[in-house]
């Protein structure tokens, strides 16, 4: 297995503003995610994050709105920028290993609140 | 977008019985994995069956794939208190390695 951790694991933000989530994890995961859970939802996949390269976003999902970054192997961020009360959620980063056949491991996720 | 349905949305059970609940999908697939969530934690990877499989055993847990049907099956035997949290299925399409497709999820609560 491998360890995700995230940080913040909370937040009450203000509207308008931006908030950027931490994630680090082990030497083992060569492929991240960011994944958004909405209230009483199923995950979303947001983006893949690339190293040292602009992140890969999914439909729906913009730079401009989620910036994400992946300086190194064992570290990325997301940043929700502009917050309004429908982005509200949890946000949730994963890794998978190399040579593994798909399994993803998850951080507990950081659960954001936008008033 | 949403490749797996999952039913039953909710599923109450008490200790000791088995807890059944079912996934389907939509487009081809390398494999389908089983994920738990409790409470307002991260998800927990529980089990995954390749496209060429059609049951797989992890200790209580028997997941079952029938392709021609594009659907799968969660068992969990013997159910515990400890087993209660949400479960979700989720695919891994062709050609897209760990870009997962969530299922909307069971809950299921066991009761003692």
């Known amino acids: 297995s491998a360890v995700i951790s995230q940080k913040p694991s909370r937040d009450i933000c203000q509207r308008g503003t931006s908030l950027t989530i931490q994630c680090q994890v082990d030497s083992q995961v060569t492929m991240m995610f960011w994944y958004r859970q909405q209230p009483g939802q199923s995950l979303t996949l947001i983006a893949t994050a690339n190293q040292g390269s602009e992140a890969t976003y999914e439909s729906g999902f913009v730079i401009d709105k989620f910036p994400i970054s992946r300086p190194n192997l064992t570290f990325s961020t997301l940043t929700v920028s502009n917050m309004s009360p429908e982005d509200s959620s949890i946000y949730l980063c994963?890794?998978?290993?190399?040579?593994?056949?798909?399994?993803?491991?998850f951080g507990e996720g950081s659960r954001l609140t936008v008033l | 977008s949403q490749q797996g349905e999952e039913d039953p949305q909710a599923l109450s059970i008490q200790e000791g019985e088995n807890a059944t609940m079912n996934c389907s999908y939509k487009?081809?697939?390398?494999?389908l994995q089983w994920y738990r969530q409790n409470s307002g934690r991260g998800l927990v990877h529980l089990i995954l069956i390749r496209s060429n499989e059609r049951e797989k055993h992890s200790g209580r847990l028997r997941v079952t794939l029938d392709t021609s049907k594009k659907s799968s099956s969660l068992l969990i035997t013997a159910s515990r208190a400890a087993d209660t949290a949400s479960y979700f299925c989720a695919t891994d399409q062709t050609d897209s390695w760990g870009k997962l497709q969530f299922g909307a999820g069971t809950q299921v609560v066991v009761t003692p």
């Open positions: 994963s890794g998978g290993l190399a040579g593994s056949t798909g399994e993803l491991f």
């Open positions: 487009t081809s697939i390398n494999n």
